[in-house]
């Protein structure tokens, strides 16, 4: 490990790199020298989660061993570096428990892609002391991007590395190839000009441009549209490459804000044009729920099988056969979906009303009146109908009631996150989290009543295909008395959620932020 | 982070190759390591060709996070450091009776360590004294290499009693054999009927020239010998350490 950078030189095309090396094996009497050639994989997700958190990650081949290594963006310091058998994509498939722990807290769920591959042809000098001790370590790089002959499109480079508590020697070696060998200093790390020499750019995630107060209703929601529509496009191929589960968990969240905000700021676009997009944004989240839905239970699997008692866990393996089987054909079904015409034709005409001007017969409509107007007034609707049916709800209440005050509060979520530009920052931030801790009641009793009904009509079908053994079909049967046991639970716990939800100092702080009659603290309208 | 000493109140056992050859195999895993050279003749310190010497010497090391930072050198292999060893540590004992809760004392200041090193090995001298409860004290796991011979399964009774009289856990205690010559009749009566007071390892490091030649090439046996029995040895040895963490 090192305490001291990296400090690397660019050795230009005139600079002869084995002259270079040369020179330095005469000026270090002790050293050691020797070659190797490295083909190295820079990994990240899709998108750039490691770059931006200031982090470089790949994985190195040489002849048949492998390395996986994490360093800091800017220092080229080595964080972790261990050998793996294959290519890590997902944080799980980490053993090293730290390194697991970290990548874990920067990607979550996202896997690694390949960003960029790079051949390096490296001669290594070790700076030795009398006892054949390494003081510093100098690396002489030159890149290729295919592999097949050394290209000019990254310059070669001479690598000092440091040995901890050695600083001595680094110091000498570096002031010998700065002031001896005038040896420019490099001015960006070598990912950065491998990504310029792919002609990539980590983009930052994409920020949605702010809704200022000028706006129409009209103007604003073509503002939404884009980026969801962005989103949507950005995800596509992700899914149909099955790089990980949240691209198609981004799209769908991407398909239901643009229904939800269609569904709820009315005479906007002319009723056929809504007509067509709620149509069709309904059948594109009717596409894509097999997949999620499959997902879903792989993604919780592993907690299922924990659910269950020691004895009965084996039994489960059956039904991830069942699930993977199922996925296999859902999502071929999905990405055969995401090539039709009509789909082609969905993403055309959603970009074409991202241009088109509002006619004169809208002149009356939503769509010329100001967007922070028509949004306050709708959200403070959902707000009182939030209210309206959570006061509702009694213990006796069926469960679609719930269900229906969790797409209510979504929908309320939506629109205050939409057009969160119109409030004050921290209020809106406050009246969310709020809103969140109910949603998450909501969200998970409608989870497990999902998985209870689905759990049950997958055992049936697993049977029907003769799938299944008793001893699977009873384990499955063990899972749903379990998360029967937890949906009840977490009903229980809905009375309470909600009376935190309606107490009176947050109903205070959500009447001060929205209300259009409420003047002081809130909007004015 | 994982703390392991290798320890026993005898000499001349193969703490130090154990120490070695397990702290190579961690970080050649991937393991960020550090390995603390304790004992003043500084064996580790030579297998690594790093010099026996630490500034301000045992004393100035116990003051303190930075200084023990100072002294940390990269060894040639990737994920291991160590703190070398120093003549001075002779007097550690006296050193450490001079801080309150001198018992703790190594355990403090490696604890800042934390996030740097995922384990962190120490090479104990074959003591009783203040600096060997320091190193018990400071331990997750204490491994402690045994000669299937009558004197050394006595030692390991004192290490069990010394444990006790500074309340150490003895569930932190695991004993191997090492230096096995199954050639003898003694060794093999030992191994199979193994000491019940303690937790024992399966792993056992055979007697063996390669764990000698350690000194010839300045490196861990798995680096120079890696098919050799004693280089399987010590990766199965860490394979069942591990494990128990």
Known sequence: ?525 | MKIVACYNIKGGIGKTATTVNLAYLAAREGARTLVWDLDPQGATSFYFRIKPKVKKGGAGLLSGKKELDDVIKGTDHINLDLVPADFSYRNLDLALDDFKNSDKRIRKLLKPLDTEYDYIFLDCPPSVSLVSENILVAADIIIAPTIPTTLSLRTLDQILEFCNKIGVAHAKVFMFFSMVDLRKKLHKQIIENPPDNVRILKTCIPYASDIEQMGIHRQPVPLFAKNSRAGKAYEALWDEIKELS
């Open chain 1, 1 to 525: 490990m090192a305490s001291a950078h990296c400090i690397q030189f660019v050795l230009n095309q005139k600079t002869d790199i084995e002259h270079i090396f040369t020179l330095l094996c005469q000026q270090y009497a002790s050293h050691e020298a020797s070659h190797i050639r490295i083909q190295r994989q820079y990994l990240d997700s899709f998108d750039w989660r490691l770059y931006h958190g200031g982090y470089v990650c790949g994985m190195d081949s040489h002849g048949s061993a492998h390395h996986f290594f994490i360093c800091h963006k800017e220092t080229d310091n080595s964080t972790y570096k261990f050998p793996l058998d294959k290519v890590a994509r997902f944080s799980h498939d980490i053993r090293h428990k730290s390194c697991r722990q970290l990548l874990d807290s920067v990607l979550g769920i996202r896997a690694l892609i390949t960003v960029a591959t790079i051949h390096i042809k490296r001669r290594q000098l070790l700076v030795l002391d009398k006892e054949g001790k390494t003081l510093a370590i100098l690396h002489a790089e030159s890149y290729s991007m295919t592999g097949q002959a050394e290209d000019n499109s990254i310059p070669a480079r001479l690598m000092v590395l440091p040995v901890r508590g050695y600083k001595k020697a680094f110091k000498q070696v570096v002031q010998y190839s700065s002031q001896h060998l005038k040896l420019p200093h490099a001015s960006s790390t070598l990912f950065d000009e491998v990504l310029a020499a792919t002609g990539q750019t980590p983009a930052a995630p994409a920020i949605v441009q702010k809704l200022t107060e000028s706006l129409n209703t009209r103007e604003a929601l073509q503002i939404l549209l884009t980026h969801l529509l962005s989103v949507i496009q950005a995800n596509e191929q992700g899914i149909c490459a099955a790089i990980d589960t949240e691209f198609l968990h981004d799209y769908r969240v991407a398909v239901r804000r643009a229904r939800s905000i269609l569904g709820q700021i009315k005479q906007v676009f002319p009723d056929k044009v809504l007509a067509y997009f709620r149509q069709e944004l309904s059948w594109l989240g009717t596409m894509t729920g097999p997949t999620r839905d499959l997902d879903m239970y792989l993604l919780k699997f592993d907690g299922y099988t924990q659910e269950l008692p020691s004895g009965l866990q084996n039994d489960l393996i059956p039904f991830r056969q069942f699930l993977q089987r199922h996925w296999q054909v859902e999502h071929k079904q999905l990405c055969q979906a995401l090539n039709s015409k009509r789909y082609h034709k969905l993403i055309s005409e959603w970009q074409r009303i991202l241009t088109n001007k509002p006619d004169r017969s809208q002149a009356a409509s939503n769509a010329i009146q100001p967007a922070k107007q028509v949004a306050n007034q709708r959200i403070w609707k959902l707000y009182k109908r939030v209210l309206r049916e959570g006061a509702a709800i009694s213990e006796q209440s069926h469960d679609e009631e719930l269900h229906e005050l969790r797409k209510t509060c979504k929908k309320f979520r939506y629109l205050l996150e939409f057009f969160h530009d119109y409030y004050a920052d921290e209020q809106i931030k406050k009246l969310i989290k709020t809103l969140k801790l109910l949603q998450e009641n909501l969200g998970d009793f409608q989870d497990l009543s999902i998985q209870i009904t689905q759990l049950i009509r997958f055992a049936q079908e697993m049977q029907d295909e003769g799938l299944a053994e008793t001893k699977t079909i009873i384990a499955m049967g063990v899972l749903v008395e379990k998360l029967t046991a937890r949906k009840e639970a977490v009903r229980a716990h809905f009375e309470e959620c909600f009376k935190e939800f309606t107490s009176p100092s947050k109903r205070a702080e959500f009447t001060n932020a929205l209300s259009p009659h409420h003047q002081p603290g809130g909007m004015s309208v």
